[in-house]
């Protein structure tokens, strides 16, 4: 619509354009400037509810004509309207509004709490009652409540506090958790003076099922829910917007500091990634950054101790090292690993020091452990190894289609955001082992067995075909491979795909209809897809459903990875991986490694190098001699602890670049202290191809250096001409070797980053294979399921499969959320159990149970629950206490290597222990 043909409005006798579809205040708000007219119920990220009416304004359909009083947060402007917004009558009637709501409200917390902070005193002071602002009796005309004025505040919780004395029940902390959580812990009961909020059942925040995401917290307009750090009412020094570390979301956080500490976040309204929101861990567990637990100087092993040793020292220690291995052994004798949780600038400069320092390709990151299959898969059938679409397409979405993936878990702003839609009416088709929670919300929930994935989607495209629900001229159009694949589907047998898998075939069916008669269908999966033995072509049959119904290049569709860490797209993306060069490139095309060597000025290598289990093996074979690790506890995290134990100690050198002494840091040969996300710049790639800035909130602890220094520091010494380290410096390097960072700035990326490919005129791209595929026409492939060898060799020993998964409170290890009070939420790793295989057992909730595999076993406490199916159990490992890691094997994807976390044969028995309340508090029975 062009700007003449919008309708007009008219504003206190001028004329403006109006938009289809806003609303008064949003008119206002457009034309006047951000705080055109008092508000008390309205926020940025909640529906209108018109409960407060302290917006009203006046509209009349002619210039002079009778005027009606309607809430400007709710009411849609109408063509040719007259909006009067600060008249006599109005400024008698917000007046009057604020009085009843003073009626019930302390007013001497108008005089002592920050005004900034407190809207209501905002509103107060506009309207200007006598007394107001100038340490005078507010006058009220009304008579007061009493009700609930001297409710006594709640901290029971270990983040959250509620003083309701405060409360005007303006409704935003019920709609927040209601629209933006979609929890409804929070609900107001009773009338008149005696509402009140209630929490869960009218208990404690703590004895409610609060997520802890403090969605309520910065909706409250005054202090009547905050929380123990008062994070939107303390007065900050400064803000600094900056990127949460935590998982694939990417997270936009307003960091507010105080004295040179971190004092609060809250999460920026204007954010795209997040939109105002964030979960407990971006918002509330930070306090690990300055934990007494972090490493401080640099650590040697001497005499068998690690002591303490000058950055000098420990560079020289590294450098006389890796001299001496390239000296006698090679540079193939040095691998090193990249973390997922450092900026890309980090990233690629590691896998530039193992490329050009060394001369190695053995560099690889954690992305191998979680979505590396995720990457090949899509490679494969696409031709980019990443997210088609943006989270921001599930407004536009029909059927959404979860597989592998507990989003209200480990991605809990995007798990939200899913629930939301819906609660709304979209059909969700939810493909776990698990009954997660969104499977409590799915018109379809295929429980499947684990390892069984491939059967399973195998039998669903087999429906699309018999269905007739294949979009076959966007086959014939766009895709090769078709004819092949389909003959393929048509010999399935449903009833052997039935009895692989677990899943009534007609379950099967009637989700396949389901996605494919939508018209718009969008796929998200996780790890619950990748972390298998056939975790690759998992992935590739995802992309062979998404092209079959030609849900692929526009809104609201595609494949969409839910990446387990902040930056394991990015670290992907750099080149951290063995096979692959920044941007992807293959290593051994003899074009490619002409382009790296010109670029860097040194030969690079052109054999493809070690994946990380592969480094494992070669340390216990003798040929890896030296390791260097950031970021990654891999003693703790990764499968089949012991071997992974023996290949870190046949090591002649470890260096390990970590915020805390984690069990592999115990065992390095050098330790290196690294930097948070929040003392230090560069960027992070959040799931969506997202690439945003990471601001340096605070300074360095003393004693520690951001990683990104540390290499350059290292690399200088080892002879390249690498500037000193500047993370904007970087960026504009890997814009000039990274092909779709081509138009990638540190400026250019303004507050909401953009999203890659960015062309070099700065344009990015919010959906992939919009006109084609990457690799020109998407390829369909076809696999048949292959029983992992960890069910087919141990399955009559070991009758049970084990899946492991993420709890909400903690991350992967925990060694950060684990020293925040997140641990005061989640104490312990726990074994759930279903409870036909609890009672065969002897097994009571609560009691230790004793799990054994083929490769070790531990004591975890048992949670009997109908979440899981008869014969499949499900824990975590975030706690070092329990290392279940132990009983992982090292089983990999057949592809990509990645390990096979989710499938874990094992038997049981009761413990002979009994587990107090924190995890590790053990008393024999």
């Known amino acids: 619509m062009s700007p003449t043909d919008a309708p007009v409005v008219h504003l206190d006798g001028v004329a403006h354009a109006a938009r289809p579809g806003e609303t008064i205040l949003a008119f206002l708000r457009r034309v006047r400037g951000p705080d055109p007219v008092p508000t008390l119920c309205d926020a940025p990220n909640l529906e209108p509810s018109g409960s407060c009416r302290v917006c009203s304004v006046e509209v009349a359909m002619e210039e002079g004509g009778p005027r009606r009083v309607v809430a400007s947060c709710h009411t849609p402007v109408t063509p040719g309207s007259h909006v009067v917004v600060d008249s006599p009558r109005m400024e008698r009637l917000r007046r009057n509004i604020v009085e009843l709501v003073l009626t019930d409200y302390d007013t001497d917390r108008l005089k002592t709490e920050d005004h900034g902070k407190n809207e209501l005193f905002n509103v107060v002071q506009r309207i200007g009652y006598p007394g107001s602002g100038n340490g005078g009796r507010l006058e009220v005309r009304y008579p007061s409540g009493a009700n609930h004025l001297d409710t006594p505040a709640d901290r029971s919780h270990p983040y959250m506090v509620s003083d309701l004395s405060a409360c005007i029940y303006c409704y935003r902390c019920v709609r927040a958790c209601d629209e933006v959580q979609g929890e409804f812990v929070l609900s107001v009961e009773g009338r008149g003076f005696d509402s009140r ?86 918002r509330y567990a930070f306090s690990f950054y300055d934990h007494p637990d972090r490493l401080r100087t640099p650590l040697i092993r001497r005499n068998g101790e690690l002591e303490p040793a000058t950055w000098d020292e420990a560079y020289d220690f590294i450098v006389e090292r890796f001299q001496r291995i390239l000296a006698e052994e090679g540079p193939d004798a040095i691998a090193g690993i990249s973390s997922a949780r450092c900026p890309n600038e980090e990233n690629y400069l590691l896998q530039k020091f193992m490329r050009v320092a060394l001369g190695t390709n053995n560099i690889d990151s954690c992305a191998r452990v979680c979505h590396s299959p995720t990457a090949l898969g899509l490679q494969r059938t696409f031709g980019t190894g990443a997210a088609t679409n943006s989270i921001e397409d599930l407004a536009q979405a029909h059927t959404i289609m979860v597989i592998g993936a507990n989003p209200t878990d480990a991605h809990p702003v995007t798990g939200a955001r899913i629930k939301q839609e819906v609660m709304k009416g979209k059909p969700l088709i939810v493909v776990d082992p698990r009954r997660i929670e969104l499977a409590r919300y799915a018109k379809h929930h295929l429980q499947l067995r684990p390892g069984t994935n491939v059967a399973l989607l195998n039998l669903f495209m087999h429906y699309l075909v018999a269905e007739e629900l294949v979009d076959r001229e966007f086959v014939a159009e766009r895709c090769e491979g078709y004819h092949e694949l389909e003959a393929e589907l048509l010999r399935i047998d449903p009833a052997t795909m039935e009895a692989i898998c677990g899943v009534p075939r007609e379950e099967v069916r009637a989700a396949a209809i389901t996605y ?51 930056n394991v797209q990015g670290a992907a993306d750099m080149g951290c991986q063995p096979y692959q060069g920044a941007g992807y490139l293959d290593v051994t095309l003899p074009e490619v490694v002409e382009r790296y060597s010109e670029f860097y000025g040194r030969p690079v290598p052109s054999h493809v190098g070690y994946k990380i289990p592969e480094m494992y093996d070669a340390a216990i074979e003798g040929k890896l001699k030296a390791l260097w690790l950031i970021g990654e506890d891999v003693a703790q995290t990764d499968p089949n602890t012991k071997h992974v134990e023996e290949a870190l100690d046949s090591l002649e050198l470890l260096i390990v670049q970590e915020l805390f002494m984690t069990p592999t840091a115990e065992r390095a040969t050098v330790v290196l202290p690294g930097s948070s996300f929040l003392e230090k710049g560069g960027t992070f790639t959040n799931g969506e191809r997202r690439i945003q800035r990471v601001n340096p909130v605070v300074d360095p602890l003393p004693g520690t250096r951001p990683d990104g220094r540390i290499i350059t520091e290292l690399m200088q010494r080892m002879g390249v001409d690498q500037p000193d380290y500047d993370p904007a410096l970087v960026l504009e390097e890997i814009s000039r070797i990274v092909p779709f960072f081509a138009g990638v700035t540190w400026e250019g990326l303004g507050k909401n980053g953009k999203q890659w490919p960015v062309d070099p005129d700065g344009t990015d791209t919010q959906i992939l294979h919009a006109e084609g595929f990457k690799r020109g026409k998407g390829r369909f492939h076809f696999n048949p399921w292959e029983q992992s060898p960890e069910v087919r060799d141990h399955q009559k020993e070991y009758p049970y499969i084990i899946t492991t998964n993420r709890e909400l409170e903690h991350y992967n290890c925990g060694a950060m959320t684990r020293r925040t009070r997140n641990a005061d939420i989640l104490t312990e790793d726990i074994l759930m159990i279903h409870p036909e295989d609890a009672v065969l057992h002897g097994i009571d909730d609560g009691e230790m149970v004793c799990v054994e595999s083929p490769r070790g076993k531990v004591d975890i406490k048992a949670r009997i629950t109908d979440e899981v199916r008869p014969g499949v159990m499900s824990t975590t490992f975030h706690f070092p206490e329990i290392m279940v890691n132990t009983i992982t094997s090292s089983i990999s994807d057949t592809e990509a290597l990645c390990p096979e976390y989710k499938v874990v044969s094992c038997r049981i028995r009761k413990a002979r222990k009994t587990h107090l309340r924190r995890a590790g508090e053990l008393e024999a029975v």
């Open 197 to 282: 909020i209630s929490m869960g059942m009218g208990g404690s925040f703590d004895e409610s099922a609060c997520v802890s995401c403090g969605a309520c917290a910065q909706a409250c307009p005054t202090s009547a829910i905050t929380d123990v750090f008062g994070s939107k009412e303390v007065v900050a020094d400064r803000v600094e917007r900056t990127v949460c570390t935590y998982c694939g979301v990417g997270c936009n956080l307003d960091v507010k500091v105080k004295d040179g500490a971190v004092a609060g976040i809250t999460a920026p309204w204007d954010a795209e990634a997040n939109h105002g929101h964030t979960c407990l861990k971006g």
């Open 516 to 566: 494919g008669e939508s018209p718009a269908a969008m796929c998200f999966h996780g790890l619950g897809v990748t972390e298998h033995f056939q975790g690759t072509y998992t992935v590739m049959q995802i992309a062979d459903i998404a092209m079959m119904t030609g849900n692929v290049g526009r809104r609201g569709v595609g494949v969409n990875p839910l990446r387990g860490q902040n």
